[in-house]
């Protein structure tokens, strides 16, 4: 029997008219914007602090990923199919897709199998316009700071080569990295070098996923860090009088948006942050608008549980004031025999010494979480090659570790195929409390909060810093930011900075090799080795399987 693909699963679902999602968590029909049938946004002002503080929040993280990823987003919309079948009334609250890796390597954002947020096309698409609007607000200001250098009434002296901001583009395009721009005489501008990182990696973004409400957008709009006068005055967005245009532009995107899931139960999508380069998790609006509305919610936060999970906690939680109950881990039997050893070709093929070898990856992960007061479940996200013999052994050596490891079938089945994952979450939540803290104070030191990271939950050694990496932490304590949050740019692939030491590395030391200031979502983001703001293509883009017929049916999205 063919199974049939994502796109075809999600175009055979009857879907039902939002406002009927809208009537599962209370919201009236004229609180409602209509975005077509299937998709609305949001009014900020249902948001309930009181509420907030009484309902139970879920993160969902992962293991170190293989390229393909283990299935966060898929196991986030299957437990939430699951809550609900056990009469847990629960929204998925996730991030939007990014156009860069749904026409590269990764595909889209939209879950998977029968664990699928709908519509999964305009999910993965241009949704509702909210990327556009960060993109746009973005290269609003880096024009007006183009505009102020030739400017011969209202320059404010600003160095271009001191320029820290860059445009912005939603899709992997490696050639944009660095570029000359102003060329072609006084009417084009002043010459100056350039380039572009990819909408999710932007500070806009990070704003947008940081902001409590319009005002502090506005505020943080403000705070954009950009350069330095020939005199040495630091110049930031408010000096431009950006971000009134800017909040703007961004006056409908900061509203999150109401969709629904295969089993038509609530999906809250807003945001969408890398979590290698960026902090990896929906606004804190949005998470906030869920639990206003209902009595659980399932989120995730990108890649492994050393990027997205941690920045989650340290960055998204110590900022909103917000306290997960549990904490998911997904783990893969593939992803397991890749920590084992096992090589690409041989991912599929069953190997109980590659999953006990690898496993040492997922028990890192483990202590981790611990780390924070919270108490993990693992979800072992099933694949078909899997064995019963490679299963249980992860199961039993969760249990030698007090963790429980529960088998997560929502791609094959959906919340039938995810009741025991959630049995297990409401049971951690209900009998095993969570006392959340951060794993840094802000107030400490830049350095100190850096090799905290490293060290505690990446297991390195130590820290080394570059040249340039020296210069940027003198300029941050001058700009009097060593208050901020650490956002690491590091690999998803391995605990520490070499994407070639899988497994749980040991005897390792990391290199911070410059350090980025993002103002206004208040944190720094130190870059460890070769991390790139903008992505690539792959040799053979997923674009290149994708079509589109001439009434408009898609295939080859996935």
């Known amino acids: 029997m063919k199974h049939l693909s994502d796109i075809e699963i999600a175009q055979k679902t009857t879907l039902a008219h939002i406002k009927e999602i809208a009537k599962k968590l209370n919201i009236k029909e004229d609180d409602l914007e209509y975005y077509g049938k299937y998709k609305a946004k949001i009014p900020l002002d249902l948001i309930d602090e009181e509420k907030i503080a ?15 990823g283990e299935g966060k987003t898929t196991v986030s919309i299957g437990l939430t199919e699951g809550l609900n079948k056990i009469g847990k009334q629960t929204t998925v609250v996730l991030r939007e897709p990014s156009l860069g890796p749904v026409f590269g390597i990764k595909g889209g954002a939209a879950g998977g199998g029968y664990s699928q947020v709908v519509p999964m096309e305009d999910i993965n698409l241009h949704f509702t316009g909210d990327f556009n609007a960060v993109e746009k607000a973005n290269n609003l200001l880096a024009a007006l700071i183009d505009n102020n250098l030739q400017s011969k009434t209202k320059n404010l002296g600003l160095d271009g080569r001191t320029i820290a901001w860059k445009r912005v583009i939603d899709m992997n395009d490696r ?9 072609g005489g006084t009417a084009n501008g002043i010459p100056r070098e350039d380039g572009f990182n990819i909408t999710p990696a932007s ?52 509203k999150p948006n109401l969709v629904q899931t295969l089993e038509k139960n609530p999906a809250i999508i807003h945001g969408g942050p890398f979590a290698n380069i960026a902090q990896g998790t929906n606004t804190i609006i949005a998470t906030k608008m869920g639990l206003s509305l ?67 990856n997922l028990e890192k992960h483990i202590e981790n979480i611990r780390k924070f007061n919270i108490e993990p479940v693992v979800a072992i996200n099933a694949f078909t090659n ?48 969570a006392n959340f803290k951060p794993l840094y104070d802000w107030k400490s030191p830049i350095k100190e909060k850096i090799e905290k990271i490293a060290k505690e939950i990446y297991g390195a050694d130590g820290v080394d810093y570059d040249r340039k990496a020296i210069l940027n932490l003198k300029r941050i304590n001058r700009l009097g930011f060593n208050d901020f949050a650490v956002c690491m740019a590091k690999t998803q692939k391995s605990f520490s900075d ?15 090799r410059e350090i980025e200031i993002a103002a206004g ?28 017929d001439k009434n408009g049916t898609i295939s080859g999205l996935s």
Not at 390 to 409: F, P, R, T, Y
Not at 411 to 419: I, N, S
Not at 522 to 528: D, N, Y
Not at 536 to 544: D, K, N, V
Request: net charge neutral.
């Open 386 to 433: 899997d064995t019963e013999e490679e299963i249980n052994l992860v199961k039993q050596k969760c249990a030698d570790l007090g963790v429980q490891a529960v088998l997560s079938e929502g791609w094959a089945k959906g919340g039938d195929g995810t009741t025991d994952l959630a049995k297990a979450v409401v049971n951690v939540i209900e009998n095993k409390a």
């Open 294 to 360: 209902s009595n659980y919610v399932v989120t995730e936060a990108g890649f492994g549980a050393d990027l997205g999970a941690e920045k989650f906690l340290d960055i998204k939680c110590a900022s909103s004031g917000l306290k997960p109950k549990c904490v998911v881990l997904v783990a893969t039997i593939r992803a397991l025999r890749h920590h084992g050893g096992s090589p690409k070709e041989e991912y599929n093929t069953p190997s109980i010494d590659r999953v006990e070898k690898g496993f040492a």
């Open 54 to 68: 009484q309902n139970n929040l879920i993160l969902v993280t992962a293991l170190t990923p293989t390229p393909a």
């Open 175 to 183: 050639a944009l990295r660095q570029i000359t721009i102003g060329l």
């Open 521 to 548: 979502a208040k944190f720094v983001i130190p870059i460890l080795g070769k991390m790139m703001r903008m992505p690539g293509l792959p040799e053979t883009p997923a674009s290149e399987n994708m079509f589109i």
């Open 498 to 512: 070499n994407d070639k030491l899988i497994g749980r590395p040991t005897g390792f030391r990391i290199t911070v």
């Open 203 to 254: 500070e806009v973004m990070a704003i947008l996923c940081m902001a409590t409400d319009f005002e502090d957008l506005k505020k943080r709009l403000g705070d954009i860090f950009i350069g330095f006068t020939f005199d040495k005055t630091p110049i930031f967005a408010r000096d431009l009088k950006a971000e009134n245009a800017m909040a703007i532009l961004l006056k409908d995107a900061i």
